[in-house]
């Protein structure tokens, strides 16, 4: 089976891991995959991730976060942008989720941002996922 979106294969990977309550999940390694988890992390939905960069292609361990009750932190994360249909914004048009609870990942020319990151840096770029 040859994987033509390997960002959604990681997304639904973290999806199922928080939904069967995991503490950690291991992922094929891609520099994009290390960006949107770092910015996870930074927005507070993972403890934290691991970089293995052993093997030909090497694997990230991520750690979900669970609050005191070990509920997830991370209600959900959806897909946007997919290689069949790409969704690109302009610094104006970055999407607010949930109202503003929610948190958009973009690639930019800056990198791998969050919306309000890039709202800040006054940057527009692929609306890769959701998260909530």
């Known amino acids: 089976m040859s994987m033509t979106d390997p960002i959604a294969d990681f997304l639904t990977r973290i999806r199922n891991a928080v939904r069967a309550g995991h503490t950690s999940l291991v992922v094929p390694r891609s520099k994009a995959k290390l960006a949107i988890a770092k910015v996870l992390k930074d927005e507070g ?8 960069p052993e093997g030909p292609q090497g694997t990230i ?10 509920k997830a932190i991370l209600r959900g994360i959806e897909r946007v942008s997919r290689p069949s249909r790409r969704l690109y914004v302009g610094k104006d048009d970055i999407p607010r989720v949930r109202n503003g609870l929610g948190l958009a990942i973009l690639t930019t ?3 791998v941002l969050s919306g309000h990151q890039a709202r800040k840096a006054g940057v527009g770029g692929e609306v890769i996922c959701y998260v909530w």
């Open 45 to 52: 939905y993972l403890e934290g991730y691991i970089d293995i």
């Open 109 to 111: 020319p800056r990198g």
């Open 61 to 70: 361990k991520v750690f979900p976060r669970y609050d005191d009750g070990n």
